[in-house]
């Protein structure tokens, strides 16, 4: 029975001293083509649920549309955008994008996914029919309006805005805006590099 007492008293400490390590961030350290690389990662914090800002998104979107949703038309939905380089997007924009999926259809939007593909796709990985490949997309696709979005980090606060426009006109039929704040940089890619330590024969 001691020896249980010890054991259990030994893994209740390693528990506690795995979830303080884990609440203080984690140093790791890589070695690249002769590189060593220090880079601490920094404990991940947000303010409210993601989900919850995409759901109030959502909301805003369907309270200010002009065009009743049963006479807008497909909407094609794209990958949320830098707003400070509008080409480039990271795994929080995709993440917003793919959100909007559920959100808009379940709201009475009707949603288009463009990325289905002319034929399902096996392998010995799995099965697929999206894709980002744009040889095996179908190239064209019934839609009407677009759902675009920018996110801009200023500190930890993220600035999300998010509109549905025609996709002839540019004219925009539906908006909002809400905060995030997060202290992650690995959503948004704009971490610090990391610094390096060259290593060298003796």
Do not use: W
């Amino acid at each position: 029975m001691l020896k249980g007492l010890i054991r259990g008293g030994f893994i209740a400490s390693l528990i506690c001293f795995s979830t303080v390590a884990s609440a203080q961030g984690e140093n790791t350290i890589e070695i690249n083509n002769g590189n060593m690389t220090s880079n601490y990662v920094a404990p991940v914090g947000s303010n409210g649920l993601l989900d919850d800002k995409i759901v109030e998104l959502a909301d805003s979107l369907l309270a200010s549309s002009r065009i009743a949703q049963a006479d807008m038309g497909n909407i094609a939905i794209t990958s949320f955008v830098n707003l400070h380089n509008l080409s480039s997007t990271s795994a929080f924009g995709r993440t917003l994008a793919e959100t909007f999926f559920n959100e808009l259809f379940v709201r009475g939007f009707n949603v288009a996914d463009f990325r289905g593909q002319n034929a399902l796709s096996v392998n010995p990985t799995g099965e697929f029919f999206i894709t980002r490949d744009i040889k095996k997309i179908n190239k064209k696709i019934a839609n009407s309006y677009v759902l675009v979005g920018t996110f801009s980090a200023i500190g930890t606060k993220v600035i999300i805005n998010a509109r549905i426009m025609d996709n002839q006109t540019g004219r925009v039929v539906a908006s909002a805006k809400t905060y995030y704040t997060t202290n992650d940089c690995r959503l948004l890619n704009n971490c610090p590099r990391a610094r390096t330590i060259r290593i060298t024969a003796k």
